[in-house]
């Protein structure tokens, strides 16, 4: 079968948001090959150093690719679509690069399969690892966590900036017996996180249905995220029940609009924790915050990106 593959040159920080849009312009998969990956990997592993030089890599930003058969009739309109979303991406404060559109014809569907020997076991945080749910990698040390995840063809590795500013929030944080919100949860894999780190109950909401049961195969996979419930949802909208902790990690102008729900469901000292905020938008945030009578626990940095632990309490 002949597909055409279409891909985005772009940044790091614009990756998920061009995955998103290929996912909603119903690409039959999504690959993503990101300089920062390989950065990670060749941290993680430095004794692997001398094979890195055998892997194909890019050097700088990010591509992303994503997949149509061959007898999608309106290729042109998805292009047309696709470079008009991603130019709309400028709005939301992010750099996307030189956002170039190119295609290729792909002869066979190789492609499914081929892009696994890239995804590696990586350590996220201090006592987290991500590994591919095919890779049979054990923990080397004795308060080592393992995720597994199945990016199947529209995959994230847990290494994006934004991610790993909730991870490690979430260590710096939880200490046990907690109930958490998880909100667009994607892969599912904050979740998981936090029952590795403690959680007692443990609710995941996104308001894509694909990610959705990407999060739910994502915990089929994982034996102590069996009890985590999942559930398509617009943000925290027709949510009662108070939790100690909710973690976002989505685009600020959508972090905005969640901020008042969470000061409603979050108990008392419960923690509040963001991702996905560009630098420049990190004042919006903090000041709809104090808005919020929330209290600025911490700011966290990783590059560009920043993340916001904060608390439902205000200085004594």
Sequence with gaps: MKWTEVNVKTTNEAVEAVSSIFDGLNAVGV?????????????????????????????EGAIVSAYYPDDTTNIDVILSQLRTKVNALVDFGLDIGEASITTVEVQDDNWATAWKKYYHPVRITRYLTVKPSWSDYQASFSDEKVISLDP?????????????LCLQALEMTMRGGETLYDVGTGSGVLSIAAKHLGASDVEAFDVDDIA?????????L?????????????????INR???????????DILVPLIPQAKQLLNSNGYFILSGII??????????????DFKIEE????????GVIATNRKDD
């Design 31 to 59: 690959k993503i090959e990101n300089a920062l990956d390989f950065e990670n990997y060749r941290a993680s592993n430095p004794a692997e150093l001398m094979e890195l030089k055998d892997i194909p890599h890019i050097t």
């Design 152 to 164: 199947g063809m529209a995959f994230g590795t847990g290494t994006h900036p934004t991610t790993r």
């Design 212 to 220: 959705v049961a990407a999060a739910q195969e994502n915990f089929d």
């Design 222 to 238: 994982n034996p102590i995220a069996k009890d985590i419930k999942v559930s398509a949802n617009d943000l925290l909208k027709g």
């Design 242 to 252: 108070p939790v100690d902790t909710i973690v976002a990690n989505i685009l600020s």
């Design 279 to 292: 630098d420049d938008k990190l004042e919006l945030v903090i000041d709809t915050l104090i808005a919020n």
């Design 299 to 306: 700011v966290l940095h990783y590059g560009e990106w920043r």
